[in-house]
């Protein structure tokens, strides 16, 4: 067994993700949006070449059969521990307990992420070319981090949430005396100004249902506006 992606996932609850998007969007616009991008991505995910697709999810019974009912290929796991400094060094430690020698981690904001990233961050690993690979986005943080070993110093004391994760992060690899690696930069969909990117409203777009539940959301907002 070689490549494992991990896919870090919430059931979307009205109040419980893409909170940064309201009062623009309501909760429940906000959690049907963001049900649009985990679908997206987990039926985009599909078409790689990988030996597993792991998803992590937050431990809940309804999580569980949420995730179950998208895609049953879908390897399911609870989130371990807390915060991400505790919940991704326990994905990738169970991933390579189970004999995969690479593995990559993403979570749901970007559903247009393109895949050839995914498949580059495996490729550097698999030829020595790096020890780890992250792929930075425009915020300051990172929307994919790569292993062949489980490295649990990557993942300490990172201030996450704010725009110093992806320096501190290479900063702990270096200290690891690991090979870093970036791959392109790319978006994160968490702010309302991030709503009307022209990537994501290009029809060309692939994430598709992301792109139509944005446009739908768009006229309806418009013909509010107008009509009032």
């Known amino acids: 067994m070689s490549r494992a992606l991990l896919i870090f996932a919430r059931r979307p609850s009205p109040g419980r993700v893409k909170t940064r998007l309201t009062p623009f969007l309501s909760p429940l616009e906000a959690a049907?949006?963001?049900?649009?991008?985990?679908?997206d991505l987990v039926t985009r995910t599909a078409t790689l070449k990988l030996d597993a697709r792991f998803?992590?999810?937050?431990?809940?019974?309804?999580?569980?059969?949420?995730?179950?009912e998208l895609d049953e290929e879908l390897l399911l796991l609870p989130q371990?521990?807390?915060?991400?400094?505790?919940r991704l060094p326990n994905a990738f430690a169970e991933v390579f307990r189970r004999g995969y020698r690479t593995a990559a981690v993403i979570g749901t904001?970007?559903?247009?992420?393109?895949?050839?990233?995914?498949e580059r961050a495996f490729e550097r690993l698999e030829s020595g070319a790096a020890d780890v690979v992250f792929g930075p986005?425009?915020?300051?943080?990172?929307?994919?981090?790569a292993v062949t070993a489980d490295?649990?110093?990557?993942?300490?004391?990172?201030p996450w949430s704010t725009d110093?994760?992806?320096?501190?992060s290479?900063?702990?690899?270096?200290a690891a005396g690991l090979r870093p690696s970036l791959l392109p930069r790319w978006y994160d969909l968490d702010e309302p100004s991030d709503l009307a990117r022209g990537e994501l409203l290009n029809e060309q777009h692939e994430a598709s249902l992301t792109r139509g539940y944005l446009l739908k959301l768009f006229k309806g907002k418009k013909q509010t506006q107008d009509g009032g």
Not at 151 to 158: A, D, S, V, Y
Not at 164 to 168: G, L, N
Not at 170 to 174: H, K, N, T
Request: aromatic share 12%; charged share 30%.
């Open 151 to 158: 490295q649990p110093e990557l993942f300490r004391e990172i």
């Open 109 to 118: 904001d970007s559903p247009d992420l393109p895949l050839s990233f995914i």
């Open 137 to 145: 986005t425009t915020d300051g943080g990172y929307y994919l981090a």
């Open 32 to 39: 049907e949006l963001y049900d649009c991008m985990v679908r």
């Open 164 to 168: 110093q994760v992806m320096t501190v």
């Open 170 to 174: 290479l900063q702990r690899a270096e």
């Open 80 to 86: 371990q521990g807390e915060g991400l400094g505790e």
């Open 55 to 68: 998803l992590l999810y937050e431990d809940a019974e309804r999580a569980r059969a949420y995730f179950r």
